[in-house]
């Protein structure tokens, strides 16, 4: 099944991404790292692992359709996860994303709020935040999640450090 998975990323991400398969989690740490050595772009696949463990992987790749890929796909993915697990804050928070990466932001409020609710000081969750709240005009809580946010989102989510550096620009000092 994982090379089914692996063949159709790479049609649909491969120009921009390279899709590697690991098969087990030790495997999928040093490649990822291998890969941040070189400053590349990649989607790891570890499909077969995380079916053997009965895993379900809809809440990763909501995340990754929003912040690579298909919006409308991320949105359905999110939808899915947050529907199986209504009260977990990282599924509100993937569709809060989703639905401000589809051009909701106004809708991703709620979620947001859901994301939010046990004042989680997730980095990757705050950025989110911060961008959805600057996306409906709402600075002040912007510049307040992006600083919550903090500099762990260079570790968290560094794919979004030139974009929180360019809010945080626009937003100017507090």
């Known amino acids: 099944m994982s090379q ?3 063949r159709d990323l790479r049609r ?3 120009p921009d991404f390279q899709i590697v398969l ?7 740490l040093t490649i990822l790292a291998e890969f941040a050595l070189r ?3 990649i989607a790891l696949i570890m499909s077969d692992l995380q079916a053997d463990a009965g895993q379900v ?9 929003a912040d690579r890929g298909n919006a ?5 993915l ?30 991703a409020l709620p979620y947001v709020a859901r994301a939010l609710r046990l004042g989680s000081v997730d980095t990757a ?20 999640h992006l600083d919550r946010a903090g500099p762990g989102l260079a570790w968290a989510a560094p794919q979004h450090m030139a974009a929180a550096e360019e809010l945080s620009a626009q937003l100017g000092s507090p």
């Open 78 to 107: 999110a939808r899915a996860a947050s529907e199986a697990r209504p009260d977990n804050v990282f599924t509100a928070d993937a569709l809060a994303w989703a639905l401000h990466r589809s051009g909701k932001s106004a809708a």
């Open 39 to 41: 400053d590349r772009s």
């Open 22 to 28: 690991a098969s087990s989690g030790a495997e999928a």
């Open 125 to 144: 969750v705050r950025y989110h935040a911060a961008v959805i709240a600057a996306a409906v005009g709402d600075e002040q809580a912007a510049r307040q």
């Open 57 to 65: 992987v809809d809440l990763e790749m909501a995340l990754f359709e």
């Open 72 to 76: 409308e796909r991320a949105e359905e």
């Open 12 to 14: 649909r991400y491969g």
């Open 4 to 6: 089914a998975i692996a």
